[in-house]
């Protein structure tokens, strides 16, 4: 009578990659950063024209990190830093 004979192999488990607490608080503050930057350029008639490059390059760089749940909170820093810059100058740079 034959015997049939069923062979399961373990997976190997997937390391997950860990990020330190003080990296990971340096990159927030990058970013908060980044979405303060502002390019300000001065019209013929004496206003403004600002545009939030910071928040553009931001979001092209949040976009390419691994786990979504930090690609999350680097997108919240970003907009809380884009609006407080609005009212609040930070960093600029005027053209």
Same mark, same amino acid.
């Given at each position: 009578?034959?015997? /049939?004979?069923?062979? $399961?192999?373990?997976?190997? =488990?997937? $390391? %997950? =990659?860990?990020? =330190? ?23 013929? /008639? ?18 390419? /990190?691994?786990? %979504?749940? /930090? ?10 830093? $884009? ?13």
């Amino acid at each position: 009578m034959p015997v /049939d004979v069923c062979y $399961t192999y373990a997976m190997p =488990k997937r $390391t %997950q =990659k860990v990020e =330190k607490d003080g990296i990971y608080v340096l990159k927030l503050v990058l970013f908060f950063l980044m979405g303060a930057f502002w390019l300000r350029i001065a019209k013929e /008639d004496g206003s403004y024209l600002s545009l939030p490059i910071g928040l553009v390059f931001g979001v092209v760089f949040a976009s390419h /990190d691994h786990f %979504q749940v /930090d690609r999350k909170i680097e997108y919240a820093v970003l907009l809380i830093a $884009t609006a407080l810059s609005a009212y609040i100058p930070i960093v600029g740079f005027w053209v």
